[in-house]
């Protein structure tokens, strides 16, 4: 019988992010822990005296990071290559594996870019042709992609989840029937190493790519890719002196040489030793190992259902939580909506992403509870001078504060305790936030009025000061944290002269109104998705339950 993860403790004091905002871009850009931004800083004050750096320091953290990747992926070190980017990882794979005219390379319908112009590009070399797999309503990823998998596909090029919006891709079943057909499985763990986890040795995929700035909590500049044994002899992209064998001897470097060092590190990019970024890149590792994977992605599904259940309560239809990894919740948006969603947010204090046609909401490592692990608070409390200058919800919470508790125990007893993600805003008992229904305009009726969800602000508010990292890290907060989170819904505005909710929800944020008063325009649950173009809907071979492929010739 499988044990459920233990769920995180509260994680947000490891992170330098102010308590009133509310982020759920990480699928975007990760923040930094306060560990890996205090390596960042030792390194960087390390290579100002660069006589301090040793002939062993070009290799030492270099191995040492690799290992970490390793470690988390359950993967030898051997296997692991430092790259700069996705792109980068593609090229390599893209440049070893064999193509030629009447093969196929299998790629999702709007995936990420690097890797569809990666495989473009690959196939106009070799004369092979593009599949693009698309899928029907409610159909799951997987099943597309079996139906169009077959003999005449030579890569299979897939992510864990779709990055628009979190959509599982269940790599189980598409690794089976690629080692079965002999096909090459390239997978793109950038929205998922870090926050999923992924059993390569069921999986064995020929090449893995990730990025280190996502879900890896790590710098730019600093990603990884995964080698199988049997392409480890392969041709690198860089030809550089630090890839060849024997260069920790630099007085022999003149010794031109032809062998490589062992493993997948003959891809490994040009200036991998980056003394200032690989420290960081080490800190954020470590911390993920330390937190472990499963845990995480327990912690964060536990969120997303209960931000689902929300989105679901106001009409919105998120992924269910069968179809979806853990840690990412897409929302379908209707094109009137995607363009001013985020700035709406952004209003409120709140950050997420719009991609394709989904609200994307991507969280990062989660709590249940604001101070369960027993780390101390990070940042200092605000002084009265700056919390004169606070948006005026938080001053009136503040003030609510101090007189007492604004929920009856039992009403704050009958709310489920949602998890919420560390960087993002901690729970205390407070109750869940008050659906309540405000007119658009002063004299309309019932009919055009939007019901929206109101979340209490911060009842203490604490802000990243200027004083030094570890004077913050072991300053002590005061009061409770209650979510600064504000979601709410409306109907489509039934003129076009009618202002929108979310233009109006600006506004009053920009004249210091408080930011949990707002209102995101998402339209009607009924909105349905626009249909693709007649363009790309060409050539395509349609089947009832194979979803939609369609096939570009070189």
């Avoid at 630090?242 to 590190?265: H, K, M, N, S, W």
């Avoid at 060409?538 to 010739?553: H, L, W």
Wanted: aromatic content about 6%; proline content about 8%; glycine content about 6%.
């Amino acid at each position: 019988m499988a044990i459920e993860p233990q769920l995180l403790g509260s994680q947000r004091d490891e992170f330098d992010v102010p308590p009133q905002v509310a982020y759920f871009n990480t699928a975007n850009l990760s923040p930094l822990t306060h560990r890996v931004r205090e390596a960042g800083e030792r390194a960087l004050e390390r290579r100002t005296r660069p006589w301090t750096i040793e002939a062993e320091d070009w290799f030492t953290d270099v191995e040492r990071l690799r290992g970490l990747f390793g470690r988390l992926l359950g993967a030898d070190a051997d296997g692991v290559a430092l790259v700069p980017a996705t792109s980068y990882g593609f090229a390599a794979a893209a440049r070893n594996l064999e193509l030629g005219p009447g093969d196929r390379i299998l790629v999702l319908a709007a995936e990420y870019p690097s890797g569809i112009y990666t495989w473009r590009a690959a196939a106009r070399g070799s004369g092979a042709a593009i599949v693009t797999v698309e899928r029907e309503r409610g159909q799951a990823w997987v099943e597309a992609i079996l139906a169009a998998l077959d003999e005449r596909v030579a890569v299979v090029s897939v992510p864990n989840v779709h990055w628009t919006d979190g959509a599982l891709v269940d790599l189980g079943p598409i690794a089976d029937r690629a080692r079965a057909l002999g096909c090459r499985l390239v997978v793109d763990a950038s929205q998922s190493a870090g926050a999923m986890a992924l059993d390569l040795a069921r999986l064995r995929p020929d090449y893995l790519i990730s990025v280190g700035y996502k879900w890896l909590l790590g710098p730019f500049a600093v990603s990884y890719l995964f080698v199988a044994p049997e392409h480890r002899e392969g041709e690198p992209l860089e030809q550089n002196w630090i890839l060849r064998a024997g260069p920790e001897d630099f007085a022999r470097l003149i010794d031109y040489r032809d062998d490589y060092q062992a493993g997948a590190r003959r891809f490994d990019m040009g200036q991998r030793s980056s003394f200032q970024l690989v420290p960081m890149a080490i800190a954020a590792l470590e911390q993920l190992l330390a937190w472990r994977v499963p845990r995480i992605a327990a912690t964060l599904a536990e969120l997303n259902s209960g931000l689902a259940e929300r989105l679901r309560g106001i009409g919105l239809e998120p992924l269910p939580a069968a179809d979806r990894g853990p840690h990412m919740l897409g929302v379908v948006l209707p094109p009137a909506a995607r363009d001013r969603a985020p700035a709406a947010l952004a209003a409120a204090d709140c950050y997420a992403a719009v991609r394709g046609d989904s609200l994307r909401i991507s969280p990062t490592s989660t709590t249940l509870s604001p101070r369960s692990n027993g780390s101390p608070p990070r940042s200092p409390p605000r002084s009265r001078a700056d919390q004169s200058s606070a948006p005026q919800c938080v001053q009136a919470r503040a003030a609510a504060s101090s007189a007492g508790p604004s929920a009856s125990p039992a009403r704050a007893a009958s709310q489920p305790r949602l998890a919420i993600p560390a960087t993002s805003v901690p729970m205390n008992a407070s109750p869940a936030p008050i659906v309540e229904t405000t007119s658009t305009s002063g004299g309309r009726d019932s009919a055009s009025q939007a019901p929206r969800i109101s979340a209490p602000c911060p009842a203490s508010v604490t802000t990243a000061s200027s004083a030094p990292i570890a004077a913050r890290r072991s300053a002590a907060a005061r009061g409770s944290f209650t979510p600064a989170i504000a979601i709410a819904s409306s109907r489509l505005a039934r003129t076009r002269n009618e202002p929108s909710i979310s233009s109006r929800a600006a506004s009053a944020a920009r004249r210091g109104s408080p930011p949990q008063r707002f209102g995101l325009m998402l339209g009607s649950k009924h909105t349905r998705a626009p249909r693709s173009s007649a363009s790309s809907r060409a050539r395509r071979v349609t089947s009832r339950s194979a979803g939609v492929a369609s096939v570009v010739e070189p």
